[in-house]
């Protein structure tokens, strides 16, 4: 048996164990205490009792964390790239807050004047002619230009007021009345006199009250100008074809920045996608995107609007081309770019206009609303431009323009005649059937905030439609607005590949040879063939070239006579009575009328 340990022994053993424990604690728990800015006080000892205290080491210097600054997201605002940004704690430009849309910044805020001209209600961005001075409201303020000072003319054009060159003979003014010449209409369109053949349109040249308008003679012409029914990409069948967003219905539209070399573009990014955003909703259920930035010569940074063709607003075949051969080469653009579509926009540092205007762009073949407003011939393609000092929806304004929209406020001398067959809905000056009646800004006065009254028509224009010039308001677009959009977008999408006519060769008289609203024409050789936009004249009317034929016609004249007659290649599946004229393909009698 063991022997039991005795009650010393016993009491030794237990207390060499609670001092153990007790210096142990005491090691553990003496590094927590370093970083106390001061010790607690310890207590007094009690008489005759001897205290255990740890060794203590000289506490290390505990290594500090570098000094951060408060980076604080939206720490302040100051100005940036000629902008209003945000800034954070650290003194980083984060996002924009304010463009200044060209004007001055200063201190962390664009320069505007302090209170807004009251005049501005009255002028707007739109501006009025005072006389041959052009007033128009920029950035809350009035601006005063002197067209006689540069020795020419106040004119409203439908892009609002200008100084434009005097032209003695072919001078006017909006007071100019239009006025019939058997069936030719003569008017006045943006400070210019111009004649439109209305029986080449298939239509009659009328007179009332108002004035003289082009007015539609035939059922024909008459259904031409109802709304058409086109795929949209919202899961129904619109167009009636048994299909559901069939084609590019729902496809993403891109778009081309084209950028001049050196441009000075305030926050150009930055405005680009928000501009963006404003398109995408507007335009639902369309989809927008930037695919690609293309640097061009730095000829285009400055922008005169007068190579802009007037009326039809449309930059020359030449100016187009040379912005779009920058992504071609000689290869089509589907090729170079990768992209078998797009919508060219130029970003320019000014358009030289007097006074200045935001954006330009191309019409569809010199049409809007569905009325061709020029005989002049069109562009394929073209493209949009805009200026730095333009406001964030001027984007969606001249797409609105691009893909064949007019102003909400403009007169179509085809519809203001339109006979009581049509549809019965109340149709205003720009062709589209849901509009509101809007006589102009110039004639209209605020209520409310973006409530405007026309009295002299009686009128409720809609300040809210993108295509109409309260500027403080424009946001959106109307249903039938976005019918014709993609209508309109579908033409331009076949138009795409006809930029150069070798990109495409047709030959006559081979039916759905050409994309819609093309025809094919003759070139330098019966042996050229390539597809071309159609004109304003039918089968059957007089032409001046082959730009003035639609509907796969071509212009044929007598030799020596100074005009011919659009004529179609005959198929005799399209209800033509074939014959020959020794030409190398036979055409339709029905086209020849008396003789040529």
């Known amino acids: 048996m063991s022997p039991r340990p005795t009650t010393s022994r016993t009491t030794v053993f237990v207390l060499a164990i609670v001092v153990a424990l007790f210096m142990l604690v005491a090691v553990?728990?003496?590094?927590?205490?370093?970083?106390?800015?001061?010790?607690?006080?310890?207590?007094?000892?009690?008489?005759?009792?001897?205290?255990?205290e740890p060794r203590r080491e000289p506490a290390p210097r505990p290594e500090q964390p570098p000094f951060e600054p408060d980076c604080a997201a939206r720490s302040s605002k100051a100005c940036h790239d000629g902008d209003v940004w945000w800034f954070d704690g650290c003194g980083e430009a984060q996002e924009l807050a304010e463009s200044c849309e060209g004007l001055a910044c200063s201190q962390g805020s664009c320069a505007r004047a302090a209170r807004p001209d009251p005049r501005c209600a009255q002028v707007s961005a739109y501006g009025i002619c005072e006389g041959d001075r052009a007033l128009a409201c920029i950035g809350d303020r009035i601006v005063h230009v002197d067209c006689a000072a540069k020795g020419e003319r106040c004119v409203m054009t439908r892009e609002g007021a200008r100084c434009l060159p005097r032209d003695a003979a072919k001078g006017c003014s909006d007071r100019d009345r239009a006025v019939c010449t058997g069936d030719r209409l003569r008017e006045c369109v943006d400070g210019l006199w111009e004649e439109i053949d209305c029986a080449a349109r298939a239509a009659s040249c009328l007179t009332d009250g108002d004035g003289a308008r082009c007015g539609p003679s035939t059922a024909?012409?008459?259904?031409?100008?109802?709304l058409p029914k086109v795929e949209l990409c919202n899961a129904r069948d619109d167009d009636g074809d048994g299909q559901i967003d069939e084609a590019a219905a729902c496809e993403v539209v891109p778009l081309v920045a084209f950028v001049p070399a050196g441009a000075q573009l305030s926050s150009f990014e930055a405005r680009k996608e928000s501009e963006l955003e404003i398109v995408n909703r507007a335009f639902a259920p369309l989809r927008?995107?930037?695919?690609?930035?293309?640097?061009?010569?730095?000829?285009?940074?400055?922008?005169?609007p007068d190579r802009l063709e007037v009326p039809a607003r449309t930059l020359s075949q030449q100016e187009s081309r040379i912005v779009l051969a920058r992504t071609r080469s000689s290869a089509p653009a589907s090729e170079e770019s990768g992209l078998a579509f797009y919508i060219p926009v130029l970003f320019s540092e000014q358009l030289l206009s007097d006074p200045p205007k935001a954006g330009l762009s191309t019409l569809p073949n010199a049409t809007c609303g569905g009325v061709r407003i020029s005989d002049d011939p069109s562009p394929p393609h073209g493209l949009i431009v805009l200026s730095d000092a333009r406001m964030p929806e001027t984007l969606s304004h001249e797409?609105?323009?691009?893909?064949?929209?007019?102003?909400?406020?403009e007169e179509l001398d085809l519809i203001a005649a339109a006979p009581p067959d049509l549809p019965s809905c109340q149709r205003s000056g720009d062709g589209i059937c849901d509009t509101a009646l809007d006589p102009g800004p110039n004639q209209c006065f605020e209520r409310a905030v973006c409530d405007y009254f026309c009295p002299a028509r009686s009128a409720r224009p809609d300040a809210n439609n993108l295509m109409s010039y309260y500027m403080t308001c424009r946001r959106e677009f109307s249903a039938d607005q976005v019918a014709e959009i993609t209508r309109v977008l579908a033409l331009r999408r076949g138009w795409f590949r006809c930029l150069d006519p070798q990109d495409c060769p047709c030959q006559p008289g081979v039916a759905a040879a050409c994309p819609a609203e093309m025809s094919c024409h003759p070139g330098r050789s019966d042996r050229s063939w390539s597809c071309e936009l159609d004109g304003p004249s039918v089968p059957g009317a007089q032409c001046r070239g082959a730009t003035q034929c639609s509907s796969s016609s071509i212009c044929l004249a007598s030799e020596g006579a100074g005009t011919g007659r659009c004529i179609r290649p005959c198929i005799a599946s399209e209800g033509c009575t074939c014959i020959d004229l020794g030409l190398p393909f036979k055409v339709c009698n029905e086209d020849l009328g008396a003789a040529l």
């Open 220 to 226: 024909a012409t008459r259904d031409k100008l109802a």
């Open 28 to 52: 553990l728990a003496g590094p927590l205490n370093l970083w106390a800015a001061d010790p607690e006080p310890q207590p007094a000892a009690e008489p005759g009792v001897a205290r255990l």
């Open 399 to 409: 797409l609105g323009h691009y893909l064949g929209l007019c102003h909400t406020h």
């Open 288 to 304: 927008f995107a930037w695919a690609k930035t293309v640097e061009v010569p730095a000829a285009y940074r400055v922008i005169d």
